[in-house]
């Protein structure tokens, strides 16, 4: 018997098809890309009328900013940074991050995130303030410790660095190391900049302007 075609607007299981449209996007924007990603493709891989796309998110840029922040995989690397001893936290974030890179479920994620962020100013505003309050300033509050903002920043430039050239760029032979002969190198860099000395107090500091 063929099955009927779903009729425009709210359908029961509002909440579940949400999440629908919200798993839709995720592989969409993993896929695709953020300029390649249309509502009306979502709402067909959701089976759903791209009215109701709309109507929950209202925009493509609303529906990236919902996909974005929906169960964020760097979320584990916050829950890390408050767990276990700060001698060793270096290599376990080191060691994790690039896990979720090489996950197949979380690594196109990650990616898709790198490349919007260059794809139009509206998303990398949205990465911006993504990376800002639901990954840096937590793992700032998790470290605990002087500076603990720039120590985040620096944790997550780096580690954003050598993920575009391990991941996105395959830049050899950071590319073709193994991934825990990677975590072995940059954790010494990782946990300095979580617990080292920042500043060199034989140097002095003159504001600038």
């Given at each position: ?91 376990r974030l080191a060691r994790r991050y690039l896990e979720l890179w090489e996950d197949p479920h979380t690594g196109p994620r990650m990616l898709a995130v790198i490349r919007a962020a260059t794809a139009a100013p509206s998303a990398s505003a949205m990465v911006t303030a993504f990376m800002t309050d639901a990954v840096m300033l937590p793992l700032a509050r998790a470290i ?66």
């Amino acid at each position: 018997m063929p099955q009927q075609k779903r009729a425009g607007g709210r359908r029961p299981g509002a909440t579940r098809t949400r999440e629908e449209i919200l798993e839709a996007a995720q592989r969409s924007f993993a896929d695709s890309g953020y300029d390649g990603t249309t509502i009306r493709g979502v709402a067909r891989t959701a089976g759903v009328d791209p009215a109701l796309v709309v109507q929950f998110f209202g925009s493509k840029d609303g529906l990236f900013e919902a996909a974005l922040r929906a169960d964020p995989p760097m979320r584990d690397l916050v829950t890390l940074a408050g767990e276990g001893e700060a001698a060793d936290l270096g290599m376990r974030l080191a060691r994790r991050y690039l896990e979720l890179w090489e996950d197949p479920h979380t690594g196109p994620r990650m990616l898709a995130v790198i490349r919007a962020a260059t794809a139009a100013p509206s998303a990398s505003a949205m990465v911006t303030a993504f990376m800002t309050d639901a990954v840096m300033l937590p793992l700032a509050r998790a470290i605990d410790a002087d500076d603990a903002e720039l120590r985040a920043a620096l944790t997550g430039a780096y580690l954003l660095g050598v993920a575009t050239a391990r991941y996105v760029l395959r830049i050899g032979p950071l590319a073709s190391l193994p991934r825990q002969d990677a975590a072995s190198i940059l954790a010494p860099v990782v946990q300095h900049h979580l617990t080292g000395r920042l500043r060199d107090p034989d140097v002095q500091h003159h504001p600038t302007g």
